[in-house]
């Protein structure tokens, strides 16, 4: 959303004000999954907890987003700029929402996991997470400055969470195959990675999302997509296949 001054100020103000609230659920998100994962790895059961139930803060300003939206439009009949900047906060605040869900998600899973022995694979997740969480500030950021290069240098980031959920997939196979009792530990920390993986697609699809707003222009997605996990094979005489 571009921002320049409009003939009446509180026409400004609203503007101002929808800008303000996307990057309030930008932060609550971010911190989400920082907070998420560090209940993972300090196997801290009280936080994950904490964790759940505040994702009902981000479903409130979802919802108080679209109201402010909603206003606008109705008050306001915005056009060009102004229409791509108020549609791409109504898309941009789902897209938030659903981080928050693949955090509590984790957070789920870490009340499961702390109940068992440690696994090593766990200092992968970390990683993961600090780099969605760069992404989903930098790309907050973009979205609010109408940074349209930095919403461009989001959206190729993308390919660094695929090669992190490409690489922990590998290794938890292989303990899986290893111990059949790490299978189902293995299986919550697969789909803790696997909800990072997606909120890095979710900065990816904000990027777009903060591009179109800023140009008028569609972001092509010529993008490969890095994870290849769906091509793994269980063959006991390939190892290579798994990560050994």
Known sequence: MTPHTHTLKSYDKELDDLRTLV??????????????????????????????????????????????????????????????GVIAALKISGALERVGDYAKNIAKRATVLNQSS????????????????????????????????????VWQRDERVDALYNSLFRELLTYMMENTRLITPCTHLLFCAKNL????????NIAEMV??????????????????????????????????
């Open 211 to 244: 591009y179109f707003s800023i140009t008028g222009v569609v972001m092509e997605d010529v993008r490969p997509k890095g994870d290849d996990t769906s091509y793994t094979t269980l063959d006991p005489n390939d190892p290579e296949r798994y990560g050994a």
């Open 197 to 204: 993986e997606r909120v890095g697609d979710h900065a990816t």
């Open 118 to 153: 440690p696994i090593r694979a766990v200092g992968i997740l970390p990683q993961m997470a600090a780099e969605t969480q760069r992404m989903i500030a930098d790309v907050i950021d973009a979205y609010v400055e109408a940074d349209a290069g930095r919403a461009i240098d």
């Open 23 to 84: 990057s309030q659920m930008g932060g609550f998100a971010e911190a989400q999954v920082r907070s998420a994962v560090d209940c993972l790895t300090t196997r801290d059961t009280a936080m994950a907890e904490r964790v759940v139930a505040a994702d009902r803060k981000l479903d409130a300003m979802e919802l108080e987003l679209e109201r402010q939206v909603h206003g606008i439009i109705a008050r306001r009949s915005p056009v060009a700029d102004d229409l791509r």
